[in-house]
């Protein structure tokens, strides 16, 4: 797991549970120690010291000592910070991005493909199809103009019914072709 993944693990663990977020809702209006938290929330204070923990861990609580006590504050500025930063579109890619985002297509291809690549059926579910389309497209090359005969030799590598194919193809946004039997490119 990445840096990003375990803080942000860490960051919904501490606030996954209705005691913390209730620590978290108290110590935004003002600082509390954690007798007057058990107090507050019905709880013994060693449980609530356990929820300050889980807190201070994920960085959302700090504690300074006052006498005898440890009082607890919410970090508001590093919270908006850390939110800001763990939820932006970079940091989340970071996280997803040991995904395989072909995975899907992957296992349509598997499930409806012989072994000499060509098609045992077309799928009926439309996010299947899609699969197999992008799986049929890549035959083409990208800015290549090809006649609707030479499309049609093509998709019959994959198919025979080639009408449904093309139609398919350009549908889908995959491919375009000028009007009237005109040419077909991959976009």
């Known amino acids: 797991?990445?840096?990003?993944?375990?803080?942000?693990?860490?960051?919904?663990?501490?606030?996954?549970?209705a005691n913390r977020l209730k620590i978290v809702g108290l110590l935004a209006e003002k600082s509390y120690s954690v007798?007057?938290?058990?107090?507050l929330?019905?709880?013994?204070?060693?449980?609530?010291?356990?929820?300050?923990s889980k807190l201070a861990e994920a960085e959302l609580v700090t504690a300074r000592a006052e006498s005898y006590y440890s009082v607890y504050q919410l970090d508001k500025k590093l919270l908006e910070e850390k939110s800001r930063r763990l939820f932006s579109r970079t940091e989340l890619s970071n996280v997803a991005a040991e995904v395989d985002v072909d995975a899907y297509d992957n296992k349509v291809i598997k499930d409806y493909s012989k072994?000499?690549?060509?098609?045992?059926?077309?799928?009926?579910?439309?996010?299947?199809?899609?699969?197999?389309?992008?799986?049929?497209v890549k035959s083409f090359d990208v800015g290549k103009r090809y006649n609707e005969k030479r499309v049609n030799e093509i998709l019959a590598q994959y198919h025979e019914d080639t009408a449904t194919l093309r139609r398919?193809?350009?549908?889908?946004?995959?491919?375009?072709?000028?009007?009237?039997?005109?040419?077909?490119?991959?976009?």
């Open 115 to 136: 072994r000499d690549g060509s098609l045992k059926t077309l799928p009926a579910q439309r996010k299947k199809l899609e699969a197999i389309l992008r799986y049929v």
């Open 41 to 52: 929330l019905k709880l013994k204070p060693s449980t609530v010291s356990h929820h300050l």
């Open 1 to 17: 797991m990445t840096n990003s993944s375990e803080e942000l693990v860490t960051f919904f663990k501490a606030l996954a549970d």
């Open 35 to 39: 007798e007057e938290l058990a107090a």
């Open 168 to 187: 398919e193809l350009v549908g889908y946004g995959l491919m375009n072709r000028e009007g009237g039997g005109g040419e077909y490119w991959r976009v």
